[in-house]
């Protein structure tokens, strides 16, 4: 079942979807548009596969606005992907998606949200914070870099019970 949303900065409506098979080569291009480092298409059928708690948000028109990725274990919920099309980001489609995670986790009746950032993604930062997560630690070259370099990647924690509005 998908519900019809209206964001405040975004002119448009957006709805929700489960993510399917037949999603990944537009979320493929996507995250291609999005990231110097992309997920590839077999990261995307390897959490379908998992079963994966996956979700897309799409304009009235069918264009893809978005997705993220989630994995449930006991007691937390693990982010593991969060993306706005390049030309949407800023309009608080980001947002949205964030609140479907967080809805998605407390109907599961769990009440911890964990990610992963890029230290050189500030606006991702700030996103997340503005939204109530918190630093929790840090994960030595997580992400690859540039050349055979790698980044760290700061964790975050949203207490669902804490979060901003």
Known sequence: MSSVLKVTRYTGKLEFAPMSV??????VRVENDAYPFPWTRGNF?????????????????????GYFLLMQAVDDVHLLNITVRPDLQGQGVGRVLLDK????????????????VRPSNQHAQGVYRHAGFQVIGTRKKYYPAAGTTRE???VMQLQLGQAQA
Do not use: F, K, M, P
Request: aromatic share 6%; hydrophobic share 50%; net charge negative.
């Open 101 to 116: 995670v967080c809805a998605l986790a407390e109907a599961a009746g769990i009440y911890q949200i964990l990610l992963e």
């Open 22 to 27: 037949r999603d990944v080569e537009e979320v």
């Open 45 to 65: 059928l390897d959490s379908l596969a998992n079963r994966y708690d996956a979700w897309v948000l799409r304009e009235t028109d069918g264009r893809l606005a």
């Open 152 to 154: 760290d990647a700061i």
